[in-house]
Each structure stands twice: as C-alpha cells, then as structure tokens.
C-alpha cells in the first residue's frame, strides 16, 4: 500500500530541518543562549550532543519518507521523543532549572510535528491489519460468496440457511475482548436461539483451525463457522473497517474496562473490522444488525424469533 504523498513531505520537511536545526547547535553552541540572554552552559559539548542526536534524527526521517508505513518504527521514536522532550521540560519549569524562554525550541522541535507525526502512525498501523484482497472472492456479491464459501461442515453458506433460518455471527478478531464476550453470550443464548428454529453460523477471520478451537473453548461444540480472512462476506454483508471513534471511543473504553474479565488476546484478523449479526434465510436476510460501534452488545434471542423481511 502507498502511502500519501503528504506523508512522505512532512517527514522530509522534519529531516531538513532536524539536520540544519542539529548542524547549528554543534557548530555554534551557544548562540541560542546569546539570543536568550542566558548564560553560556559550562560543558557545550553536550549540548552540541543533543545537536548530533536531532541531526541524526533526521537522516532517519530521510528515509522515512521513502516508504512510511514500512519505516513506521522510526516514525514512532521520533514522535516519542517529541512528546517527551515536552514533559520532561514542564518539569525542568516546575523545579525551576530552567527559564519559560528555553521551550521557545520546543514548539519547533517538537510541538508542531505532534499532529502530522501521529497521523502517519495512526495510518501506518491501520494499514498493517488490512487483509490481502481474494481478487477470486472480492468480484462476487452477498449471494454468490454464499454459495461459494463453506463452512466447517462442508457445506455453503447457501445450503444451510437454506434447512433451517440460520443466526449468521460476523466475529471481530479472535483476540478482541468484545470478540471472546460475544462468543460467551452466544454459548449462553444458544439453547434460546434453536428454541426459535434458528441456528448459529459463525463467520470470523482465522484459520479453519483457529474457529475450531476457539468455538471449541467457549462452548460452542458443533457450531458451523466459516473462515473468511480476506473479509469478502463481511464487505458483501455491508460491514466495513472501523472509525476511530467505533473502535476506540469512550463507549469502547467503558465497556472494554466492564468485559475486562474476559482479557485479550493476539490480534487474529483486521483488527479494524466491525461485527455484526444477521438472519438468513434460504439466502435472504430477514434481519439485519450491524455494531454501532465495537463494544456494542446485539440482542441475539431478538434477531433469532419472529423473523420479518428486511432489507439488506
């Protein structure tokens, strides 16, 4: 994936001037305190060090900038450093060791880099969980990708929904706390959802294996699932990435703190990919939940009885 072009112009905007910033503090030391009316510190070689690292610094910018999301590590120290030197200069005022005048630097060694910086990162780490595109998968739609993917019965999709009504499960990725919670609740609703003559089908990110043992663990013995690791049928099934807001708003937070019982795990699938719920029928959706935002709790007896045509 490539990244935008305004990427790669910060990030050598930063170089230039992490060098030029640098080559300045090593090759005339103490003009900054001539120029702030402060005295001259009694050992400038290490202030000329700080100097050398910045410098250093941008080189690593430089290349950077080739290729952002691959380079996203130097990216991260980069903007560690910027958010520290910050702190780290609130206590110096604090304590009194240093003048108001001295972060006059900051704000353009540092402050001014915050935003474009963790863009980058936050971009760089949405690109990371991205699955490869099935270009075999990603040309058929919702009832041709039922017909096609099988389940870990060796049936399709199609087939089933086709016996009985079937309560089809869009999983987050197996290590999401949100993920092992639905598939509590999903154990502990299970009789109550055949009681409605439905049945459960559980679609999530990991390998047939992977679903095997991980309905296993939570009860779900005998549960058809289907592997879908490029995300075809939850795109087909209108469900996307999502927002930041989704993923990591205050709700998330919330209830993530209120489901911390059931911890987290390695990260298995597009950590980005909403979940939602569905009821199918001979290929047909009846009903249709699809998560607000990741943490959100679906009433699964609801979605399972009296099902009623709804579109898709």
């Known amino acids: 994936m490539n990244a935008p072009r305004w990427m790669k112009t910060w990030l050598r905007a930063a170089a230039i001037y992490n060098v030029a910033w640098g080559a300045w503090v090593v090759l005339l030391p103490n003009s900054y305190f001539a120029w702030l009316g402060m005295d001259a510190p009694r050992y400038p070689e290490l202030w000329q060090g700080i100097g050398m690292i910045v410098g250093v610094y941008g080189l690593g910018y430089w290349v950077a900038a080739g290729d952002p999301f691959r380079h996203w590590p130097i ?27 001295f972060g006059t630097t900051l704000i353009t060694n540092d402050l001014v880099w915050w935003i474009p910086f963790a863009l980058i990162l936050w971009r760089a780490f949405e690109a990371s969980g991205r699955p490869e595109t099935d270009l075999s998968l990603a040309r058929l739609d ?35 706390t949100f993920c092992r919670e639905a598939l509590e609740d999903l154990a502990e609703n299970r009789e109550a959802i055949e009681s409605d003559g439905a049945r459960l089908l559980v679609v999530h990110m990991g390998s047939p294996k992977q679903g095997e043992q991980v309905l296993h ?96």
Request: charge should be positive; aromatic fraction near 10%; hydrophobic fraction near 45%.
């Open 75 to 101: 990216v991260l120290v980069g903007f560690l450093g910027k958010v520290f030197g910050p702190i780290g200069f609130a206590q110096a005022i604090l304590k009194g060791s240093l003048p108001l005048a």
């Open 142 to 176: 919702a009832g041709e990708l039922m017909r096609t993917l099988r389940s870990s019965h060796g049936r399709t999709v199609y087939e089933h929904t086709v016996d009985a009504p079937h309560l089809v499960v869009f999983l987050r990725h197996f290590g999401c």
């Open 217 to 312: 663990a939570a009860g779900l013995e005998g549960v058809a699932h289907v592997s879908d690791p490029s995300t075809a049928l939850y795109r087909a099934f209108g469900l996307r990435r999502g927002t930041f807001r989704q993923l990591f708003g205050l709700r998330s937070w919330t209830r993530g703190f209120a489901a911390r019982k059931h911890g987290v795990g390695a990260l298995v699938g597009d950590g980005f990919q909403m979940p939602g719920v569905f009821l199918v029928e001979s290929g047909e959706v009846l009903k249709a939940h699809r998560h607000a935002n990741a943490s959100e709790v679906p009433d699964y007896d609801e979605l399972a009885s009296c099902p009623v045509p709804a579109s898709r």
